[in-house]
């Protein structure tokens, strides 16, 4: 049974930091595409960074030069490094996974709120 497992939310202050961590099991393995999702209340879900199985990264201008994704294959965990928060930060923050076989196989996690307020 495939498993996506977000910790590491909370509230913080402006300017603060906060790592998010992402424990796969089951059938995901070093192969899959790994990202961060984030949907604020009334948005659409976006991309904030994904980092593939060859660990080139990707990120959203709102978050680069401040956010950072990893992964450790040993671990089989994804992380996000999230430096210099802002108010428009807060969201809940999404674990997902990503694969092509004959068709494109993905997987989400059940989400972890951050919440970034004085």
């Known amino acids: 049974q495939v498993q996506l497992v977000e910790s590491g939310g909370g509230l913080v202050q402006p300017g603060g930091s906060l790592r998010l961590s992402c424990a796969a099991s089951g059938s995901i393995d070093s192969f899959y595409d790994m990202g961060w999702y984030r949907q604020a209340p009334g948005k659409q879900r976006e991309l904030v960074a994904n980092?593939?199985?060859?660990?080139?990264?990707n990120y959203a201008d709102s978050v680069k030069g401040r956010f950072t994704i990893s992964r450790d294959n040993g671990k089989n965990t994804v992380y996000l490094q999230m430096n210099n928060l802002k108010p428009e930060d807060t969201a809940v923050y999404y674990c997902?996974?990503?694969?092509?076989?004959?068709?494109?196989?993905?997987?989400w996690g059940q989400g972890t709120q951050v919440t970034v307020s004085s």
């Open positions: 980092i593939t199985s060859r660990d080139t990264t």
């Open positions: 997902n996974a990503g694969r092509r076989f004959t068709v494109y196989v993905n997987y």
